[in-house]
């Protein structure tokens, strides 16, 4: 007959039992109230904070490189025409800016989003994107792959980002794309 207790039988030759195994590291989010989401107006705070420095990281080596453009006007019979070149060096500063938000860019929205679920601007505003079936951050690929789904977003009068305004979970279409939600850290 078996223990009593509806336990197993231990295992045969005096051996230990096994250690139990380890509980998932998430828990699914399932169905919340749609309050549990994250605002649209937060979003839209993070998103703001998250576009300072990608601006002045590109703005001021643009800004420098146009302040020392070559400008050239000549009078044609259809009135005056006028080119701006820049300078090698403010076309070399320009594209030093451009690599340097876009590295910003992938560290701030892949690497760090995608580990922790928070952006820079994401953290000041205190809420996180996770998979929605795990509840867990869903790493640097998919962090990139989400960035890039928002394009869609803004494909038709950038409906897309008005989406969280009334929809249940409050989610983007790049969100549900990804299957991402949006939930405040507390």
């Given at each position: 007959?078996?223990?009593?207790?509806?336990?197993?039988?231990?295992?045969?030759?005096?051996?230990?039992?096994?250690?139990?195994?380890?509980?998932?590291?998430?828990?699914?989010?399932?169905?919340?109230?749609?309050?549990?989401y994250?605002?649209?107006?937060?979003?839209?705070?993070?998103?703001?904070i998250?576009?300072?420095p990608?601006?002045?990281?590109?703005?001021?080596?643009s800004?420098?490189?146009?302040?020392?453009?070559?400008?050239?006007?000549?009078?044609?019979?259809l009135?005056?025409?006028?080119?701006?070149?820049?300078?090698?060096?403010?076309?070399?500063?320009?594209?030093?800016?451009?690599?340097?938000?876009?590295?910003?860019?992938?560290?701030?929205?892949?690497?760090?989003?995608?580990?922790?679920?928070?952006?820079?601007?994401?953290?000041?505003?205190?809420?996180?994107?996770?998979?929605?079936?795990?509840?867990q951050?869903?790493?640097?690929?998919?962090?990139?792959?989400?960035?890039?789904?928002?394009?869609i977003?803004?494909?038709i009068l950038?409906?897309?980002?008005l989406?969280?305004?009334?929809?249940?979970?409050?989610?983007?279409?790049?969100?549900?794309?990804?299957?991402?939600?949006?939930?405040?850290?507390?």
């Amino acid at each position: 007959p078996p223990p009593p207790g509806n336990y197993p039988p231990p295992p045969p030759g005096n051996y230990p039992p096994p250690p139990p195994g380890y509980g998932s590291v998430g828990s699914p989010v399932g169905q919340l109230p749609q309050e549990a989401y994250t605002s649209w107006l937060t979003r839209v705070g993070a998103y703001l904070i998250d576009s300072v420095p990608i601006l002045a990281i590109y703005g001021i080596p643009s800004m420098i490189a146009g302040s020392t453009a070559k400008r050239e006007c000549v009078t044609t019979s259809l009135g005056l025409a006028c080119t701006v070149t820049p300078s090698s060096a403010g076309a070399m500063l320009m594209f030093i800016g451009w690599v340097a938000a876009l590295g910003y860019g992938i560290w701030n929205f892949g690497y760090r989003q995608g580990v922790t679920g928070s952006s820079i601007g994401k953290s000041v505003m205190k809420f996180k994107v996770v998979a929605e079936a795990t509840g867990q951050p869903i790493g640097f690929g998919m962090s990139i792959v989400r960035q890039l789904a928002h394009i869609i977003d803004g494909l038709i009068l950038c409906i897309g980002y008005l989406f969280p305004l009334w929809d249940a979970k409050r989610q983007t279409i790049a969100d549900k794309i990804m299957t991402t939600v949006c939930l405040p850290i507390r």
